[in-house]
């Protein structure tokens, strides 16, 4: 434990009682360096699984309008563990080399957003620091945007487990080319992607629409996720292994479309520390989950740190691990996860209020929805060119300032993984109408 103030424990309780500070995993293990396999850049074999057309390697025959950004560890500048780019729509490439700017960065992670001591405001400076170093990337992107405009989709292929905030990244106005500056995530439709181990370890394969019922697994403290399926045909349980036995046994007369998990969730260093409700990982793992084989369900897991990923060395291989892979690997067509801590009625309240609106929408892409989500959230926060200070000048920390900038970063902590173009169309409930009920 350092001797510095517990910053963020003052200006959220007000107490002056210190919060612990979790240790960043990577930092502990920074000394390992990564196999030779993962320390170039390499383009999957196979052909474009749904994102193209034709045979080819992915990044040679992507669909108009579909980019991706792939990001793969490697050795830094000074040895230190760092990572480098690769992007690719159509002829409009970027090549990115690891360097000074392009190392692990464990301040720009939201995964400890509210446990790691910094405030709210300093990880947003940190991003945007961290964005203003990646010069040619940004270049790249508005080159796709000026080409592609609405119709672009970039999918963002992250296998480092470094954590940085895609969605975050701060783009620069092209003016020449009538290109407003902001945040990605709010500008552009985007997904995620894992590398997939088990499968054929290509990009997302298009699925079709996750269309059906609800399967949902809600804890005491989560009750009020349940008003959300209130429109819709949906099975809730409050107990783990009825849910899982469910899961395990597809219907055949009746498909799940949705899959929600509202429950707590851990992270730690290594995969036996990720839970969700009260199961392990590896507890999930050995299940069958034949209903999202069969169906394709769309899968949200409404639990802190569910979208966190761990390298397995302790288990003998050379992959990251994750909820988000397993339940993609498991059959999955999508899953939205969280960043990190959503511990708060007000971060639980937004989970809530994307997923209703998501449903709401069933002819529109979940990650049209998300950015559009983003996008109002950025609004109501107000111009990016003035973000709070920490404190006021008379010295008092800037609570109202903070509680802003926390606001506006849960509505980025929110991540999908999956086909750009995957919709949910849920089944109604008795006298509730098929379309959806209000966005809202």
Known sequence: MSGEPPRAARWLTGTGTAIRRAAFPALQ?????ESAAVLHLRRPSGPPSGTGSGPGRPYERLEDGCAVLRVVRAVGAGGYDGYQLQGACGDLTVTCRTGP??????????????????????TLRAIQHWSANQGELAEWINRIRQRHGEGLRLIVWDD??????????????????????????????????TTVHGEDEGLPRETGPCRGRVLAYLHEDMTDDGSVFSPYDHAVHDTMTPFLQALDLPMPDDRTGLVYMGCHGTYGEVVMRLTLGDRTWAEFNTRDMHVLREDRSLVCLNACHSGRFVPNHVQGEEALRGFAELFL?????????TAGKVGDQEARALVRRLLKEVAARPDLPITETLRDFR?????????????????????????????????????????????????????????????GGDPW
């Open 160 to 193: 480092t487990g470094f954590e940085l905030p895609w969605e975050l990244f701060w783009v620069p106005a092209d003016e020449q080319h009538g290109l407003g500056g902001g945040l990605l995530g709010a500008l552009l439709v985007m997904a995620r992607w």
């Open 101 to 122: 700017t392009r190392l692990m960065a464990p301040a720009v992670s939201l995964g400890m957003l509210q446990e790691k001591g910094e405030f709210p405001s300093e």
């Open 29 to 33: 293990s920074a000394a390992r360096r």
């Open 375 to 435: 996008a109002r959230a950025v609004h109501d926060f107000g111009t990016l060119a003035a973000i709070p200070t920490t404190r006021n000048d008379d010295g008092q920390v800037d609570k109202v300032g903070q509680k802003r900038v926390l606001r506006l970063l849960y509505a980025f902590m929110f991540h999908y993984y999956g086909h750009p173009r995957t919709t949910l169309r849920l089944v109604a409930g008795e006298e509730h109408s098929a379309g």
């Open 329 to 337: 690997r498991k059959g999955a067509g999508g899953c939205i996860v």
